[in-house]
């Protein structure tokens, strides 16, 4: 079966494409690092109320779980509607719930903070996962096909570049302005996010502007195929394989990280914000280097996406190698923000690379079931994860092992992928032709 190129869009200038990238990078930028920041303080007061290894895994665990169940009416619902009024709506919800989570907060003390906070989570991961979904399948409405991968890169630039501040920008307003700060601050942002997404000009498509409502056997019908499509496509089906057992294990690393260092090692908050940072460097160069050096073409796309995967694997060991190691903080901070500096950097290359493989090859009017759908599986294993890490790093004073352990499960079930993987490619791309 061949694999149709996405069909034709009107024409987008160079000019207009550039403007919209800018507008998309501002966008980004704002909304990345108040929400980081957020997350962040929302971490940390959690940890400090409940000395809990779930703190840092709480969105980790509440955002797969809505998007499995929100997976088909948001499928369909991107694909039906002109996406700038899906973006539109979802923003105006967030906006609003976050002004009635500010307003409800402080009548909940301790534990029970955990009310309001587990609600606005609810609400913000539908409006994340509706946005990420939305943008994906827009891509082709917003820039001409050879500026998709610079968007792409440049908008994981703006994350990465927001990343590297907001650690320690989340530190130092935690101190000055507590969680409540936090709050104004991201309501702030998303209004200033959302001003810019107005400014944006969508290109839509003449299937834009015929919309009629569905019952729900019509929601389940048209979700179906776009899932016999991903069915005809054993690249993206191994590659979903590969990716769902990566988040399993990446997890470890998210929630282990931070409460390795303080709980187990017994440092301050200062090397967690040092390997948030060397992450985020390691994913603003990643995102520098595919918006400098294009990998649109299918050249060589096998090594493209396992080489990645290889180094990732690595990364993990040696960073639980040098927390079963070393006893300075100083060699937490340093060593590790180069360990997590180059494991981002692998992460963001496979995830871009792959990203515009789907963007090129995908039609446009399945594209948004196809990324929700891969989307939601590729996340739906990190509430067991999250949870199942949760128990194994409270239960062993040696949470390094646990990453070490992580790396070798992870390196043997990658070398096994190998083969299937290269074949899988080889077909895809010469079906293609």
Request: hydrophobic share 50%; proline share 4%; aromatic share 8%.
């Amino acid at each position: 079966m061949s694999n149709p190129s996405p069909e034709s869009v009107p024409m987008i200038s160079n000019r207009q494409s550039n403007a919209q990238i800018i507008k998309a990078f501002i966008s980004n930028f704002i909304s990345s690092l108040s929400g980081k920041m957020f997350s962040f303080g929302l971490g940390l007061m959690l940890l400090d109320e409940t000395h809990s290894a779930i703190s840092f895994g709480l969105n980790m665990l509440i955002t797969p779980i809505i998007g499995l169940l929100c997976l088909v009416p948001i499928g369909n619902l991107v694909d039906t509607y002109p996406h700038k009024a899906v973006l539109t709506g979802s923003l105006l919800a967030r906006i609003t719930a976050l002004f009635l989570f500010a307003i409800s907060i402080n009548f909940f003390i301790g534990n029970n903070k955990l009310i309001p906070i587990v609600l606005f989570l609810i609400v913000d991961a539908i409006s994340t996962n509706l946005n990420d979904t939305c943008y994906s399948a827009a891509i082709h409405e917003l820039v001409n096909r050879h500026s998709v991968q610079r968007l792409s890169s440049l908008t994981q630039s703006a994350i990465s570049l927001s990343s590297i501040l907001s650690p320690a920008l989340g530190v130092g307003l935690y101190s000055f302005v507590g969680f409540t700060g936090f709050i104004g601050l991201e309501i702030i942002a998303t209004i200033a996010a959302f001003g810019v997404m107005l400014t944006m000009h969508f290109h839509y498509q003449p299937r834009n502007q015929q919309i009629a409502p569905q019952s729900h056997h019509d929601q389940l019908k048209s979700f179906r195929l776009g899932i016999t499509y991903m069915q005809s496509r054993t690249m993206i089906k191994l590659t979903i394989l590969l990716s769902v057992i990566l988040n399993f294990f990446y997890t470890a690393v998210t929630i282990g990280t931070p409460y390795i260092l303080k709980a187990q090692l017994h440092t301050s908050n200062g090397p967690v914000g040092v390997l948030e940072t060397g992450s985020a460097i390691g994913m603003l160069l990643g995102s520098l280097m595919l918006s400098i050096f294009p990998t649109g073409n299918q050249k060589r796309l096998f090594w493209k996406l396992m080489m990645p995967v290889l180094v990732i694997d690595i990364q993990i060991g040696l960073l639980g190698l040098l927390f079963s190691t070393s006893q300075s903080a100083a060699n937490y901070a340093i060593i590790g923000s180069l360990i997590m500096g180059i494991l981002a950097l692998a992460l963001v290359i496979l995830n871009i690379t792959f990203q515009v493989y789907l963007q090129q090859t995908v039609p446009t009017q399945l594209l948004g079931r196809v990324v929700a759908t891969m989307t939601t599986v590729n996340s739906s294993i990190m509430p067991i994860g999250t949870l199942l890490f949760t128990i194994i790093f409270q239960n062993t004073h040696h949470g390094g092992l646990v990453l070490i352990v992580n790396s070798l499960l992870l390196i043997g079930y990658t070398l096994l992928l190998l083969k299937p993987l290269h074949q899988a490619i080889r077909t895809d791309q010469s079906s293609s032709i």
